[in-house]
Structure formats: structure tokens, C-alpha cells
């Protein structure tokens, strides 16, 4: 194996796991051909790396320059154009990291014009009341998330940049492991309740049916556009089944799913087995029919619980593929190129390996937040 397979094999594999999660096809890829190169590199390096066509690769350059500081440098008297990422491996992992934190900043508010429209319909059904309340929890959330985020941004660049976390992150986790702390958090993370009773799903009149129908494809609409821009399909997929199946509160079929969604039978049926694979949902049977039925799994509490530990899952598996990587490079010859990629490829594990930990940060910070909120003996 020489310097070129290990980049190919590290291009690969950071581009499977980003483009189910983050990016679209083949965006990830060159991203990291650029960036694996440690200097300025040519369209035609990048096709040789990944092996991509030059109209994808000129395709996503340019998508990449959207979000990144990738620089495009002219040689004077050669034609070729060069391209190459401004800033070191950690500092660059940070601002990566830092996109994806606030791919959700200043967006949730788009739920709050959605939640006026629906007051007058409140009374009229008890269908638009779940909705509206569904819509003021899931906005009251997602401010939650996005403050954790901001509270903790300076212990992100900390811990990228010089490996360090705070004393108190030790203490928060005993603090967490007291018996009587572990039953408060056992109850806020139960699966929800379903209802008895689903009578009221088709007693509406069309014209009301009709308004809801709308209400709620408005919602996806303005979800699609504000929470999932940038993700790839599946992503997109999972995301807006979750949300369907949690707001329905009650055993949804892929049909139904289909239905209100208008996603292809294929990408629910993807989404569905991520959903499952993930913990969010459950399969359930309902007597006398034959049919699939979904429900949610999580609790609002765990379902952002599940959320952060997720990322901690991809960031730690991130980060044992390259330690594969590592011990390949450090097998290579001790020549300056081959160091380069080996120091290079350090960089990156560690900044995987402290991201992950940020993460088990923000899910304790989270969980004694909600401790405080419901302390011992209320």
C-alpha cells in the first residue's frame, strides 16, 4: 500500500459517511481530495483520487466554495487552475464543525408564523390543537438544541485546538450517575404514551380535512427549506418521517407515511430502516391487519438525547477508520510527502475524537438542565 491508496481509501470513506449524513453526492469526496493534498492540486489529481467525472468534480468545487475558504490559484503561464483549503487540518475541522452546528442557527423561527395560523382552527378540531401544540414544543426544542450549541462554542475550539476539556465535565457525569438523578432521567427519556383511542383521525369534514392537509404540508415545506437544506435525501427522508410519525402520535403504515409526505416507497422505506436501526421508531402489529404499523420511540427529552448521541456514534466511527489509516501510513517510508499525509491524518483523528467527546458534553449539560428543572423530591 503506498501514499495514494490511503488516500483514496480515507477520500472514500469520509465521502460514504457524509453523504448519507450531511452533504450531497460526491460533495464530500472532493472536499477531501482537496484537503488530503496539503497543497494547491488540479482538477486532474482530484479525478485521479476519487475517480469522479471532471463535470462532477467542477460541479462540486464550486458547491464547496459556497461554504468553505477554498482558495482557486492561477500559476502565471500554466493554464491549469489549482485549489487548495486556506487553513490547517484542526483549524479547518473546526469551521467544518462549526457549519454543521449552525446549519440550524436563526431557522427555527419559521415554526412561529405557522403556530399563529393555526389558532383560529383550534376550536374547530381537536386535530389543528395537537398540531399548534406539537409545532410550540417542537420550536421550544429546538431553541434548546441550538442553545446548547452557543452556551459551549468556546469549549469546541478549546478542545479541537489544544485537546482540552473543562474540570467540570468529570464532576457533571458523577453528578449525573447518583441513583436518584438516574431514575429523573429514566422517566423524562420513557417512550410516550399512545393514545387509547384514534376515533377523531376521520370525523373531520373535507373542507376542514382539507385546510389541516395544508397546514401540515406547509410545515414540511417550511421545514424542508429551513431545517434540512444542505442534507442528502435520506437525511432529508428520516428527518421529516420522524417528525410525521411523532406528530401523528399514533401506529402510522409506510402507505399513510407516503401519503402525507410524498416521498418516494423506495426513500421511505430506506429512512424507515435507519429510523428503526437508530432506536427513534418501533415496529409494531396491530390485531387483524397485516400491514406494518410505525410508532415513535423516544420521548421529546430522548429524542434530542438521540440526536446528540448519533453524532457522538459517527464522530467515534470517523475516528476509528482513520486510526486504521494511521497505522498504515506509519508503515510507509519516512520521506517528507509520506510524513506530511501521516501528520495530516493525526490531525484529523483527534479532531473526530474531540468531537465526539463535545457531544457527550452537550448531552450532560443537557440532562442537568433538566434536572435542575425537575430536581429530586418534586
Not at 460514504?16 to 481530495?33: I, Q, R
Not at 498504515?328 to 517528507?336: D, F, G, M, T
Request: glycine residues 2%.
Amino acid at each position: 500500500m503506498n501514499a495514494d491508496d490511503i488516500k483514496k481509501e480515507f477520500i472514500q470513506f469520509m465521502e460514504s459517511m457524509h453523504d448519507v449524513l450531511f452533504f450531497p453526492k460526491n460533495y464530500f469526496g472532493c472536499m477531501m481530495a482537496v484537503f488530503v493534498e496539503q497543497k494547491p492540486t488540479t482538477q486532474e489529481r482530484i479525478e485521479k483520487l476519487t475517480g469522479y467525472s471532471r463535470a462532477t468534480i467542477s460541479q462540486m468545487l464550486k458547491l464547496i466554495q459556497i461554504n468553505f475558504q477554498l482558495k482557486k490559484i492561477k500559476e502565471p503561464k500554466i493554464r491549469k487552475k489549482f485549489y487548495a483549503f486556506t487553513n490547517p487540518p484542526r483549524i479547518f475541522m473546526l469551521s467544518f464543525f462549526e457549519m454543521i452546528i449552525n446549519t440550524y442557527q436563526d431557522k427555527v423561527d419559521f415554526l412561529l408564523p405557522l403556530i399563529d395560523e393555526l389558532k383560529p382552527y383550534t376550536k374547530k378540531h381537536s386535530r389543528f390543537l395537537n398540531l399548534r401544540n406539537f409545532l410550540m414544543k417542537f420550536h421550544e426544542m429546538s431553541l434548546i438544541y441550538l442553545q446548547l450549541f452557543s452556551d459551549t462554542r468556546e469549549d469546541l475550539q478549546v478542545m479541537i485546538k489544544k485537546g482540552q476539556k473543562k474540570d467540570s465535565f468529570k464532576q457533571d457525569q458523577e453528578f449525573l450517575k447518583k441513583s436518584e438523578n438516574q431514575k429523573i432521567i429514566q422517566d423524562l427519556i420513557q417512550p410516550p404514551s399512545l393514545p387509547s383511542s384514534y376515533s377523531d383521525k376521520n370525523d373531520m369534514s373535507d373542507e376542514l380535512a382539507s385546510k389541516y392537509t395544508q397546514m401540515k404540508d406547509k410545515f414540511f415545506r417550511k421545514f424542508r427549506e429551513n431545517l434540512a437544506i444542505g442534507e442528502s435525501q435520506l437525511m432529508q427522508a428520516r428527518s421529516i418521517i420522524g417528525t410525521e410519525i411523532l406528530l401523528e402520535n399514533r401506529p402510522i403504515t409506510q402507505a399513510e407515511i407516503e401519503q402525507a409526505t410524498d416521498l418516494t416507497r423506495s426513500l421511505i422505506s430506506d429512512a424507515l430502516s435507519l429510523l428503526l436501526e437508530w432506536g427513534m421508531i418501533r415496529q409494531i402489529k396491530i390485531p387483524g391487519e397485516r400491514k406494518k404499523h410505525y410508532v415513535i420511540n423516544l420521548s421529546w427529552d430522548s429524542r434530542l438525547i438521540n440526536r446528540l448521541r448519533v453524532s457522538k456514534k459517527y464522530a467515534f466511527e470517523v475516528k476509528a477508520n482513520i486510526s486504521k489509516l494511521i497505522e498504515n501510513a506509519e508503515q510507509l517510508n519516512k520521506n517528507e510527502d509520506n510524513l506530511s499525509l501521516l501528520t495530516f491524518l493525526q490531525h484529523i483523528q483527534h479532531s473526530y475524537d474531540q468531537f465526539g467527546i463535545y457531544f457527550e458534553l452537550l448531552e450532560l449539560k443537557f440532562l442537568k438542565k433538566r434536572l435542575e428543572e425537575n430536581p429530586v423530591g418534586n
